[in-house]
């Protein structure tokens, strides 16, 4: 397969983004690769089977389950063994809507109920850990909500206002992980760009940078792990503003130009950095490509077991990040 070289334009037609079948495997795929000269009714509990977690069996309570995040991370939970919770909010009132995951019907919650159904919960279930996967127009408002009432939380949802999300729970002072990505293969290739942003900081200076993303037609936000990406370059020196990231959500170009699976068009994540030196000698080029959910349901189920140890252990309450998820053994 031809690589990239300077006088390619980034990302158009003629460069698709390289598949994960190039490595002979159609899903998670990460590649990065560098070139140089030229080449390139508040219902009780419901308890799931217990399996591989022996021991860990807290409460769950997934917000978004109507939707797709909520729903994989709702399977994920009840097949790890952890109690899931049969409540959810949605963004409407839907009196008697129910959805069914596994054996657990799940009663969803328009916004004016959602104060009470919350903190009636957590008095009933002190040990419940909240999981986050609704909209970006809805970080805000639920953060504060969760704040309001204490309660631990997961926040996988992306975009809104985030440094005000950050002040909100640092104010408060409760438990959270929040983070843009739960892929832990993910989570750990942002924390290699960390390291290297902290240890050679200004390394790339000069570089020009490019960056496409390509989700599903729904995903309303700009990439949030194409943000952070993005911070990290800035670090390394390169000048670079975040609205400049191309968005693709149009399927066709998903298909022909991006190079993702048909079957994946609904839920996938495909992320590429192109880096070029002034001179166009030296290029540099970074790919996670993600088929499906399944990496990032595992990721937060993590995070909300980490939560959960933390909670019991009555360690610091304070932001906690995938890192952390991570450096505490959870890399499996
Ligand atoms: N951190 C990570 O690793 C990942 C993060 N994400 C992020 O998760 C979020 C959800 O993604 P996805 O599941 O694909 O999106 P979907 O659109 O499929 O689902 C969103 C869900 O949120 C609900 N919802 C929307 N607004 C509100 C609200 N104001 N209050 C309560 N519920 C609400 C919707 O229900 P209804 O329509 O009934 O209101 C729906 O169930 C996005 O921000 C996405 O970027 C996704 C994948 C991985
Ligand atoms: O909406 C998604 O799908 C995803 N959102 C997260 C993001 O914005 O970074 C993570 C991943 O890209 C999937």
Do not use: W
Request: glycine share 8%; net charge positive; charged share 20%.
């Amino acid at each position: 397969m031809a690589l990239l070289n300077s006088h390619t334009p980034l990302f158009s037609l003629r460069t698709p983004i390289r598949r994960c079948t190039f490595l002979g495997r159609t899903r998670s795929c990460l590649r990065i690769r560098a070139s140089a000269a030229r080449s390139c009714a508040i219902p009780s509990v419901a308890i799931a089977p217990a399996t591989s977690q022996a021991g860990l069996s807290f409460p769950v309570l997934i917000n978004g389950c109507t939707g797709k995040m909520g729903r994989a991370v709702a399977d994920a939970a009840i097949s790890t063994g952890l109690q899931v919770v049969p409540i959810t909010f949605s963004s409407k009132e839907k009196p008697h809507k129910t959805i069914h995951v596994g054996s657990v019907e799940i009663q969803v919650y328009g916004p004016s109920y959602k104060e009470n159904v919350l903190s009636s919960m957590y008095d009933e279930y002190p040990d419940i850990v909240v999981i986050d996967y609704t909209a970006p127009d809805a970080v805000n408002v639920n953060a504060e909500l969760y704040c309001k009432i204490g309660v631990p939380f997961v926040m996988g949802t992306t975009g809104g206002d985030r440094e005000l999300l950050y002040k909100t729970v640092r104010d408060a002072n409760v438990y959270a992980v929040i983070s843009p990505q739960m892929g832990k293969q993910v989570v750990a290739f942002l924390a290699a760009m960390e390291i290297m942003a902290k240890q050679f900081p200004g390394a790339f200076s000069g570089y020009s940078l490019g960056v496409m993303e390509s989700h599903q037609v729904g995903k309303k936000d700009i990439s949030g792990t194409a943000k952070a990406v993005v911070s990290y370059f800035q670090k390394l020196g390169v000048s670079y503003d975040m609205d400049q990231i191309k968005m693709i959500r149009d399927p066709k170009k998903q298909l022909e130009m991006v190079g993702v699976p048909e079957e994946y068009i609904g839920g996938h994540a495909f992320h590429m950095y192109h880096l070029s030196s002034p001179d166009d000698t030296v290029s540099f080029e970074f790919q996670h490509n993600v088929c499906g959910r399944s990496i990032y349901a595992e990721g937060t189920i993590d995070a909300a077991i980490f939560l959960s140890k933390k909670v019991q252990s009555k360690d610091d309450k304070k932001i906690y990040d995938m890192v952390d998820v991570l450096r505490e053994g959870n890399m499996r």
